[in-house]
């Protein structure tokens, strides 16, 4: 069916060419008759109406392929490889929804879909870095740390040797 339409398209796209020149070759000889138009325009609407339909049939194919990944990855979330083809092909689709621009709305709504999926901390076992906390190292920390280790001690939770050997390490770290 797909090549019968196509067929016809180019039959359509090879008249289309040969109508404007009965309307341009009158209106060249002055006369203007609405009548020569009409295989013109009725070729014009042919080819628009085919290329509508064929952007239609487009955006449901990235829509299909989108479900497919989503799938593959519902079947087998910690391959990171099916989920970069899910984020891609859910990225296509967007796309063709909005005439190929892709905004941060549409990552979101790509970003929770997957998550429905397959959660991130199933699929990716990358540890995120805490950047509201200063350096391990710090002073501060490491002070803030003895006392910690000096109330659990306190409260029999550690031993005194347990003790012992985290405060020194800790002091070293100073």
Known sequence: MANTNKDNMVVIFRLWIPSLFLPVFLAFMGI???LAWLPFFYCSLRIFCFILSDAAKVKEQFKNNYE???DNLRQQPNDNYLRERALQAGRQYYKSLRNGVLSIYDEQAITNDLAAVAPVSQTNNIVQPNLNKSDDNSQSDIVAKLEK????????MITESEFEA?????????
Do not use: W, Y
């Open 68 to 70: 497919l990944a989503k």
């Open 149 to 156: 280790l000096n109330l659990l001690k306190d409260k029999g």
């Open 166 to 174: 985290k405060k020194k390490d800790l002091i070293d770290r100073m």
């Open 32 to 34: 203007f008759n609405i």
